[in-house]
C-alpha cells in the first residue's frame, strides 16, 4: 500500500485517540466551497469581530486556490457535551465555547502530529470562531498568531454537503430533541 496513505491512516488514528468520534480521510476535491456560506457569516456576531472570521479570513477564491495545492484532507467530527434538550441558553453558551476550546486543542495536536509525520503544510480549519482570547482585539495584533486558524465556514466550505459527500450523514441537534451538538473540523494534508 501506498506509504503516505498510512502514514495519513496513523494520523487519523490518532485524531480518534484526541477525542474526535468521526474521522474520515478523503480527497480535497470532495470539500464543498460556496461562496453563500461566508455570505451567510455576515449575519453572525464574530463578523468583523474576530480575526478568524470574515473579512479576515481568506476569500474563497482565495482558498480554492489553496485547497487545490492539497491532496488529502481528514474531515473530524467531534461530540459536543450539551444535551440540548434539557439544558438553559445560557448554560449551553458556556458548555459550547468549552467545548470549543477543548476540541481546538486536540486539532493543534492533531495538526503537530500530521507535521512531525511528514505533512510540513498540514493545516487545521476549526470547528467555530476563534475563541483563545475572551475578546478579539481587531484592531491589533494577535497576541497568539501561531494559533490562529479559520473556521470553515469562514472559508466557504459547506460543511453539510461536504460531510453528504462523504457520506458521513450527521443530523442537527435541532432536528432531535436529544441530540447532540458536532464540532466538524478539516486537517488539510499535502
Not at 39 to 60: D, I, L, M
Request: one cysteine or more.
Amino acid at each position: 500500500m501506498n506509504v503516505v496513505i498510512e502514514v495519513i491512516k496513523d494520523i487519523a488514528e490518532y485524531a480518534f485517540k484526541s477525542g474526535a468520534e468521526v474521522v474520515k480521510v478523503a480527497s480535497a476535491r470532495d470539500i464543498v466551497v460556496e461562496e453563500r456560506v461566508v455570505f451567510k457569516c455576515t449575519s453572525c456576531e464574530n463578523y468583523g469581530r474576530n480575526r478568524s472570521c470574515p473579512p479576515f479570513s481568506p476569500g474563497v477564491e482565495t482558498f480554492k486556490r489553496i485547497l487545490s495545492e492539497y491532496t488529502y484532507v481528514l474531515v473530524m467530527v467531534f461530540k459536543s457535551s450539551i444535551n440540548s434538550s434539557s439544558i438553559d441558553v445560557d448554560r449551553a453558551r458556556i458548555l459550547w465555547d468549552s467545548d470549543k476550546k477543548r476540541v481546538f486543542n486536540a486539532l493543534i495536536a492533531i495538526e503537530r502530529y500530521s507535521f512531525n509525520r511528514g505533512f510540513p503544510l498540514a493545516y487545521v480549519l476549526r470547528a467555530g470562531a476563534c475563541n483563545i482570547c475572551p475578546k478579539c482585539d481587531v484592531n491589533n495584533s494577535c497576541k497568539h498568531q501561531e494559533l490562529l486558524r479559520y473556521p470553515i465556514c469562514s472559508v466557504g466550505i459547506n460543511i453539510t454537503k461536504t460531510l453528504r459527500n462523504l457520506d458521513l450523514n450527521i443530523e442537527f441537534p435541532s432536528m432531535k430533541p436529544e441530540g447532540k451538538p458536532c464540532l466538524a473540523a478539516i486537517l488539510l494534508i499535502d
